[in-house]
């Protein structure tokens, strides 16, 4: 694997089914009644936040604290370039305190990359959602949740998510998460098709490895999988689309719309779920929706990029590590 | 002042000639000229053009000395072998009153190194509602001819008509920055694949090309001449081919970073490539080449934009837009039409001399290479290779995007009405 984790496109295959290999070795320290490992002891990550995100934040935060790392948790928000202090003094200081880690949450598209690359910061770069750029360990995540779901927790080991179809739906311009997902999935083998207004797909989709459809009802039953995308109901004020009850129909997830999908597929929602826009609260909380164990696998996730990152050669668990911990 | 001999220079291009300056002027060509009292510069191999002029120049005194003066940005001129430049007017306060500009004017004229012709703002602040007072900065010592509210586009099409209208009066001309605004809102870079993956927001081509449209169509109409400040996209160079093919007066130009680089390069997220208009596609490139060899595009312009490291020296969202090109102009124009055989040394000295001084108006520059005429000229090595460091420019500011690459010619000489303000590539 690379020094620093700034996109889905910088996992190969390989690395990418590590990832979610040492995932599920996380996962089960998770289920012990102890739920920690020291394989970070004495080393510093940093959740540097110039947004508001507490979910991703804490998720981080568990994931660190969970490996034993030391956490220091800067929310930058309205602090940075409001109050005069740049990208880089910011860095420089996370510098001088020793950083290992810096898990990064940005507005601006790219941050992360130039925190990984314009030699301000010796630590491994994370990140954590880059504007409308790229969120890879959501990414990651989730296809964590799809493969064990559509392939299974043990039988999954080792494997990839070759010709899993899966559709991700909704505001895909502004979204980071579909474009980690595309990028993602598509290393793993999955065939991905977005679907969405025309006004929220980027000019330049056409170089994507996926389809784009603008009809849900045709795509639903080839899924194996459905992933919902958060839609901002101000768009509708920029006319991305006339009102949130049309978008609403033509491309919420309803239950007569589920009942399409095959038997086995699942739905997927990053979260937060604005239930009524994009899916109805009877889809929210079947057993066919992920959204929740998406959070679970989220700490699961960052617990193997993080040990992976910067846990060198060491194996992730062992036993006398655990009596130790004990 | 004394003379001075050029011995054996390819004027234009063509074949070597001496050339003889005596005070400001060019006193003698010909093929053999006895030295006498005259220094003499020997310029075996070199190729001698009339002096460089720029049309769009951002001096950025006053107000924001900290990225670059009129002295400043006047050197990095010479040393690009310039011998006038076009100052935009987007100063704070903005160039919009007769005051402002003959300050800049005085200013150039202190400098020494090149003429300084202030550009006057269009709308009083660039703000696109209210006409600056054109005629006062036309009737001032600055003689102003060229008006733009470069940086910003004059959107309205009411304002834009009757600016258009209004300077016929004396012969001005409008320089339009082509940019829709609503279409623009947010934008960082070329919309397209790039954009896409980066997420980055999108300025499209189609906010360049529909203001190049309404006003070539606004120009034609009030019989105005209007010029477009640098095109950046294929399909604003079919749409001003298209102009020029109905008779109507419209002028474009095109910068040096806009025939070389393309959106690519975004993609490293390094702020020394962003720019406005964005780095647009290969095809960009390759058409903006093609209509800067055939006349569709009429001349380059540097679009020179220093700004201080700090704000380049961020994350791209944070950072400001644009490239200084003074120092590097002619060397890119050489690698990518010359050494491409889309333009002859005579073709160069078209599109950066003659042309923009015809179209800006201005006296005493981009003339021909004889006897009588100003001695404004330019030496130029084409043999030179060199790698671009910005820490040995003259400018005050470092924000170029040829950092490390390696790039063709070098000015060695030039010559300010007969006054040398460059010996051997190095300011006099």
């Known amino acids: 694997m690379k020094h620093h984790l700034v996109s889905a496109a910088d996992l190969t295959r390989d690395d990418a089914v590590l990832v979610l290999d040492t995932a599920e070795e996380m996962a089960r320290v998770a289920d012990r009644p102890i739920k920690k490992l020291p394989t970070l002891r004495g080393r510093t990550v940093v959740n540097l936040f110039f947004e508001d995100s507490t979910r991703t934040r804490i998720s981080f935060e568990a994931a660190a604290k969970r490996l034993s790392a030391d956490v220091i948790n800067f929310s930058a928000k309205g602090s940075s370039v409001s109050k005069g202090e740049s990208l880089k003094d910011t860095a420089l200081t996370l510098e001088a305190m020793g950083a290992d880690a810096v898990v990064i949450r940005h507005p601006a598209s790219g941050a992360p990359y130039r925190l990984a690359n314009s030699g301000w910061i010796d630590g491994a770069v994370v990140n954590a959602g880059d504007g409308t750029h790229e969120h890879p360990t959501q990414a990651l995540l989730d296809a964590f949740t799809m493969r064990r779901r559509l392939v299974g927790r043990d039988t999954g080991l080792g494997q990839d998510l070759a010709g899993r179809r899966i559709t991700i739906v909704g505001d895909v311009l502004h979204s980071r998460v579909a474009r980690s997902n595309v990028l993602l999935l598509h290393t793993l083998g999955a065939e991905v098709t977005l679907v969405a207004p025309p006004t929220l797909v980027p000019v330049g989709v056409e170089s994507w490895p996926c389809e784009v459809s603008y009809d849900l009802d045709r795509v639903l039953p080839k899924s194996d999988g459905v992933m919902m995308l958060r839609v901002q109901r101000e768009r509708m004020n920029a006319a991305f689309f006339p009102t949130e009850r049309e978008y609403s129909r033509r491309y919420g997830l309803n239950g007569e719309r589920m009942a399409r999908m095959p038997e086995h597929a699942i739905v997927m929602h990053p979260g937060p779920m604005n239930r009524g826009m994009e899916i109805t609260a009877d889809v929210a909380d079947s057993d066919r929706c992920t959204a929740v164990e998406q959070v679970a696998n989220g700490v699961s996730i960052r617990m193997a990029v993080l040990y992976l990152l910067l846990g060198g050669a060491e194996p992730a668990v062992t036993h006398s590590r655990i009596e130790e911990t004990k | ?428």
Not at chain 2, 222 to 245: D, F, Q, Y
Request: with cysteine; charged share 20%; net charge negative.
């Open chain 2, 1 to 428: 002042m004394s003379k001075i001999l050029i011995r054996g220079a390819k004027v234009l291009g063509g074949e070597p000639q001496d050339v003889l300056i005596d005070g400001g002027t060019i006193a003698e060509v010909a093929s053999s000229i006895e030295a006498g009292d005259a220094t003499v510069i020997e310029a075996d191999g070199q190729i001698l053009l009339p002096g460089l002029v720029d049309l769009h120049t951002h001096l950025r005194e006053p107000g924001r000395e900290d990225s670059e003066t009129v002295l400043t940005g006047t050197r990095a001129a010479a040393i690009g072998g310039f011998t006038a430049v076009h100052a935009m007017a987007n100063t704070f306060p903005v160039a919009d009153t007769a005051g402002v500009v003959e300050q800049v004017y005085r200013l150039g004229k202190e400098s020494g190194y090149c003429d300084v012709q202030p550009v006057g703002a269009v709308t009083v602040g660039l703000e696109g509602k209210q006409l600056a007072e054109l005629g006062a900065m036309h009737d001032s010592a600055a003689g102003v001819k060229v008006f733009s509210d470069d940086g910003k586009c004059v959107d309205d099409a009411v304002i834009m008509r009757r600016a258009l209208e209004y300077v016929k009066a004396f012969d001005g001309v409008i320089a339009q920055h082509a940019q829709e605004p609503r279409l623009t809102e947010g934008a960082q870079m070329n919309e397209g694949v790039v954009s896409a993956e980066l997420g980055l927001g999108g300025w499209p081509a189609v906010a360049e090309e529909s203001i190049i449209a309404r006003d070539v169509l606004l120009a034609a109409h009030v019989g105005s001449r209007v010029h477009i400040c640098h095109l950046s996209t294929a399909g604003s160079v079919e749409i001003v081919r298209w102009a020029k093919s109905k008779g109507w007066d419209v002028t474009a130009e095109v910068t040096p970073h806009h025939l070389l680089l393309t959106d690519e390069l975004v993609r490293s997220y390094n702020p020394v490539y962003k720019v406005n208009p964005p780095l647009r596609t290969e095809t960009d490139v390759l058409a903006l080449r093609e209509a800067l060899a055939d006349g569709t595009i009429d001349c380059v312009a540097t679009d020179h934009a220093p700004h201080p490291h700090e704000d380049k020296d961020c994350e791209w969202a944070a950072a400001a837009m644009g490239m200084v090109g003074l120092e590097t102009a002619l060397s890119v124009v050489q690698e990518t039409m010359v050494e491409t055989g889309l333009l002859d040394w005579a073709a160069v000295a078209d599109r950066m001399s003659f042309r923009p001084a015809v179209i800006g108006r201005l006296d005493g520059h981009g003339r021909p290479i004889s006897a009588g005429e100003p001695a404004n000229l330019t030496l130029v090595d084409p043999a030179y290779r060199g790698t671009v460091d910005p820490a040995g420019f003259a400018s005050r500011s470092r924000n170029t995007p040829y950092q490390g690459r390696e790039l063709p010619g070098r000015v060695t000489h030039t010559f300010l009405r007969g006054r040398a303000t460059v010996v051997d590539g190095k300011l006099a």
